[in-house]
Each structure stands twice: as structure tokens, then as C-alpha cells.
């Protein structure tokens, strides 16, 4: 596939821990490729341990021990060139990248607000981070204009988290992540903790961001796959540290190739007249231990349909249908 705002190139990320005498190595993002284009909404769902969070702070390449990044390739592409952000330094990244071309939600992000300092100096101090010189009353200026575009209100600039609900404490993480306008959007689990009600004004707000052309793209974690349908585009499925399948949202939903995408889809409660008639299924056994993963396909020891070459070779990824990519070798032996 050609490039895009964001390039992930053979991506590998291990955790390292020491355990007694000996390193144990995680194989948490193992070989991953992954394009991000303009006007797109990927979402990337998976088990629990699958490498999703692990692969958002590598595209950062936010990489604090235990994990190391092993090898690869993560480039953006900033309007005017090509930015490798692999052979950035941390001070450089937090200069030039972080929060101006990508910024990430991360996993609980509502509960990372200070509660002891009201929004208008967190949103200061985040600011100061990224830039030498900062008018004070210009940024709170800007924030409550970011604030009355995703619909919150300009009173909230001058509380504390703790006087503000779940919801809106998250969609004001939200306001204050793209203060910047960064290009690219990485959400980790953001509705997660939240109640119906405040995930859809949550969802809503995202789509503000888009329609507002705040930001250009997002990539979007979730285990919800019923969340990830309503707001994404495009889907990657993830399994034991690689992306297993990637699609149009509604292709790969009705239509999964990869069998534990097919397991994953059909193991889900819906209301959708496609999956229910599939029957509520399960799949069997338990996920790799991913510091001594299977050789061959990672899902073979789980798969109905494992041959003799899963358990042995890797399958390349193949475009099985136009954009609808799979990593498996009931299509790549046809």
C-alpha cells in the first residue's frame, strides 16, 4: 500500500525484564506494517494483551523501559517531508512531534488530570512544554475557542477535574491533546470507563475534531468492536503482537477472513442481523505467552483450519480484496 501521513515499517518492540539470573523477553509488537492516510479513522482492536498499547507508544516511540524498540521503521510525513521518528532523540520528539504532529489519549487519560490544579494551568503548563515562549492569555484565548468548538463549556477552563463529570473530564483531555492541532490522533481506549451516554458524547467529539478539520487522522484502540464500528473507517485486527487482517470497517465486520478475526467478531454480542445469524461463538484455548510465541502463524495452535505450513512459516500479508488485507495461508497458498 503507498504512503500516507504515517508509515509503521516492520516495527518490532520487546519488553526486556530480568527475572532472577536471566532476561525475559516479550514479544509484544512483533514485525508490525501500518499505513495511516488523510481523512482516515483506523481502528485497531484486540484481546487484552494483543499489542495494541504497546504499538501506540512505539508510533510516539514514547519507549521507556522495560520495553525497547528492537527494529523498524516509524515515519511521518509533515506537509513538506518525510519525519523518522526512530532516529529521534526524546528532547527532539517533544519539540517537534509530540503534541504538534501526533498526540495520544492514552489508556485512563481522564483520571491523569492534576486534580489539584484547575484545567486553564494544566492546559498552561502543557503548553510551556512544547514551547520556549508563551503568551498566557493568547493559549487561554485558544483553548476556549477548542473548548466552545467540541461543545464544551468555556466556565470548565477555570475548574478543577475533580468538579467536572467522567465524560467531560475526558473530552476535555481531548480539547486540551489537540490544542495544537496535531495531524495525527491517537486514542487508546477512550471510552473504556464511561457510561453510554458520555462514549457517545465522546465519540461525537471526535467527529468534531474531524469535521472542524482539527485534525487529519486518528487511530482509534479499542476490545468494543461495536464501539470501533461506529466511528472507524478502516480496521486492524491484532493477535499476539502482529496485525492479522486490516479492511474496510464494514468488509471486515460482515466479512472477516482471518479465522481469529472470524472468532474474535462472532464472539461478541450484537443486535446486527449479519452477526446474529452467525450464532454467538467462542474461541478455543488461550493466547500465546509471547516470551516463547508459536513458530509459523501465531494463531495456529488455536486455528479450525491449521496446516502443516502454519505450524512452520509465517504468512505474508496479501490484499485478498481491494484495501482487505489478510495474513493467512488459506489465501496465500490459492
Not at 484481546?47 to 514514547?62: D, F, P, Q, Y
Not at 518525510?82 to 501526533?102: D, H, Q, T
Not at 491484532?238 to 464494514?250: C, H, L, N, S, W
Request: aromatic share 6%; proline share 6%; hydrophobic share 40%.
Amino acid at each position: 500500500m503507498s504512503s500516507g501521513l504515517l508509515n509503521v515499517i516492520d516495527v518490532a518492540a520487546y519488553y526486556k525484564q530480568q527475572v532472577g539470573a536471566s532476561v525475559k523477553t516479550i514479544k509484544a509488537v512483533d514485525g508490525v506494517d501500518l499505513f495511516l492516510y488523510e481523512k482516515e479513522i483506523l481502528g485497531i482492536v484486540g484481546e487484552s494483551g494483543s499489542g495494541k498499547s504497546t504499538l501506540a507508544h512505539v508510533i510516539l516511540m514514547n519507549i521507556k523501559k522495560p520495553l525497547e524498540f528492537i527494529r523498524g521503521t516509524v515515519r511521518i510525513y509533515t506537509g513538506n517531508n518525510f519525519l523518522n521518528l526512530n532516529s529521534m532523540s526524546i528532547e527532539e520528539l517533544r519539540a517537534r512531534v509530540w503534541g504538534k504532529e501526533i498526540a495520544l489519549i492514552p489508556q485512563s487519560a481522564m483520571n491523569a488530570l492534576m486534580p489539584t490544579l484547575k484545567i486553564k494551568r494544566i492546559i498552561l503548563d502543557i503548553v510551556k512544554s512544547h514551547q520556549d515562549k508563551v503568551n498566557e492569555e493568547d493559549v487561554i484565548e485558544k483553548a476556549t475557542k477548542r473548548f466552545r468548538e467540541l461543545g464544551l463549556p468555556e466556565k470548565a477552563i477555570d475548574m478543577y477535574p475533580f468538579e467536572l463529570s467522567g465524560g467531560m473530564r475526558q473530552r476535555t483531555v481531548i480539547a486540551v491533546a489537540t490544542l495544537l492541532n496535531p495531524r495525527i490522533l491517537i486514542a487508546d481506549e477512550p471510552s473504556s470507563a464511561l457510561d453510554v451516554v458520555s462514549q457517545r458524547m465522546v465519540l461525537k467529539t471526535f467527529y468534531d475534531l474531524f469535521r472542524k478539520n482539527i485534525i487529519k487522522s486518528m487511530i482509534f484502540i479499542s476490545h468494543d468492536i461495536a464501539t470501533v464500528r461506529q466511528i472507524a473507517t478502516d480496521m486492524c485486527v491484532m493477535y499476539a503482537g502482529k496485525i492479522v487482517e486490516r479492511g474496510p470497517t464494514d468488509d471486515l465486520v460482515k466479512r472477516p477472513l482471518h479465522p481469529y478475526a472470524e472468532g474474535l467478531i462472532n464472539s461478541i454480542p450484537s443486535v446486527e442481523p449479519e452477526i446474529r445469524k452467525r450464532k454467538l461463538r467462542y474461541i478455543p484455548g488461550q493466547p500465546p505467552d509471547l516470551s516463547n510465541p508459536p513458530t509459523g502463524c501465531r494463531f495456529h495452535p488455536r486455528c479450525p483450519y491449521t496446516m502443516d505450513i502454519c505450524r512452520t512459516k509465517e504468512p505474508p500479508a496479501l490484499e485478498v480484496e481491494r484495501k482487505h488485507l489478510v495474513s493467512c495461508w488459506l489465501y496465500a497458498r490459492r
